[in-house]
């Protein structure tokens, strides 16, 4: 079963322009992770942050985490081609930190 | 820079064949995850190790799954018999030890996409 769910399931946008999707979880964490999957890829891991953080920075990508909603965001800037992908976030908890459940996944096209 | 390494990389298979699939981690790494990706869905564990142990199979079914970490580094997924919808993608990955608290990133292998037919 799937704790995490993204939202929107798909997103279009323009070169240049800033990307935003959401992720939403029923149970408590104690970490939230974002990864990127390229078309028939593996996975790779973007930004990790814990449950007593409530935003993160990585170059273009800036997280933010609401344990009250149970969410959390990912906001990608200054969109480029290349950041297309799937987006995937992933929730460990605290019996099992290392145990990641994850949702369906955001498919991110940006258009040239 | 490291990298985790899976064989093979596709696979095609008949109903009721065995199958088998191999992962070496990133150097170090102790724990190590194998995931099930089917199509339009996100990964979803089989199996965690910690070294050789296993830490959770509980996703893992049993009747037809088994996975192995013999020396503690790398891993073998074993399905047999092989049914129609265990087509997907196979994903390893590994991360430092489970010591590390508040969870750590995981690094993922190229996966192995495996169909039935």
């Known amino acids: 079963s799937q704790q995490g769910e993204e939202d929107p399931q798909a997103l279009s946008i323009q070169e240049g322009e800033n990307a935003t999707m959401n992720c939403s979880y029923k149970?408590?964490?104690?970490?939230l992770q974002w990864y990127r999957q390229n078309s028939g890829r593996g996975l790779v891991h973007l930004i990790l942050i814990r449950s007593n953080e409530r935003e993160k920075h990585s170059g273009r990508l800036r997280v933010t985490l609401d344990t009250s909603k149970k969410s959390s965001s990912l906001l990608i800037t200054a969109s480029r081609a290349a950041d297309t992908a799937s987006y995937f976030c992933a929730t460990g908890t605290r019996s099992n930190d290392y145990k990641l459940s994850f949702g369906a996944g955001t498919t991110v096209t940006v258009r040239a | 820079e490291a990298e985790v390494a899976q064989s093979p990389r596709y696979k095609i298979t008949e109903k009721s064949q065995a199958v088998a699939f191999w992962c070496d981690p990133i150097?170090?790494?102790?724990?190590l995850y194998w995931y099930r990706q089917i199509l339009g869905q996100g990964p979803e564990l089989l199996v965690q190790f910690q070294d050789e142990s296993v830490v959770d199979d509980s996703q893992l079914p049993k009747d037809r799954f088994s996975a192995e970490r013999l020396k503690g580094v790398d891993s073998t997924l074993k399905i047999q018999p092989a049914e129609l919808g265990d087509s997907a993608m196979y994903l390893c990955a590994s991360s430092l030890g489970l010591w590390l608290a508040g969870g750590s990133e995981q690094f993922f292998g190229p996966g192995t996409r495996l169909t039935v037919l």
């Open positions: 149970t408590s964490i104690n970490n």
């Open positions: 150097s170090g790494h102790a724990t």
